[in-house]
Nanobody, 115 residues
């Protein structure tokens, strides 16, 4: 069964840290580009960070220097380390796997940053 399962979301105070995980199954994980997207209420889904099969990364400007995406191909897992969290980081975070015309989404995990 092909699926992506996110975990690690929750409630955090501003300035805090969270690490999201996305475990993949049913795909040849190492050859997929992986990404983290987020969608806040009333806003469009946006790409937050991505990592290619070769390990190259890119980030949306608003998270550069605060978030780090990484992957462990032995564990079929991609991570998003989020530091210095801000209230505007509040959103549902989705994991995505992409290769050519094939795109897979996870179910999402809620991240809320509030004091």
């Amino acid at each position: 069964q092909v699926q992506l399962v996110e975990s690690g979301g929750g409630l955090m105070q501003p300035g805090g840290s969270l690490r999201l995980s996305c475990a993949a199954s049913g795909i040849a994980f190492s050859i997929y580009a992986m990404g983290w997207y987020r969608q806040a209420p009333g806003k469009q889904r946006e790409l937050v960070a991505a990592i290619t099969s070769g390990g190259s990364t890119n980030y949306v400007d608003s998270v550069k220097g605060r978030f780090t995406i990484s992957r462990d191909n032995a564990k079929n897992t991609v991570y998003l380390q989020m530091n210095s969290l801000k209230p505007e980081d509040t959103a549902v975070y989705y994991c995505n796997a992409a290769r050519r015309a094939n795109t897979i989404w996870g179910q999402g995990t809620q991240v809320t940053v509030s004091s």
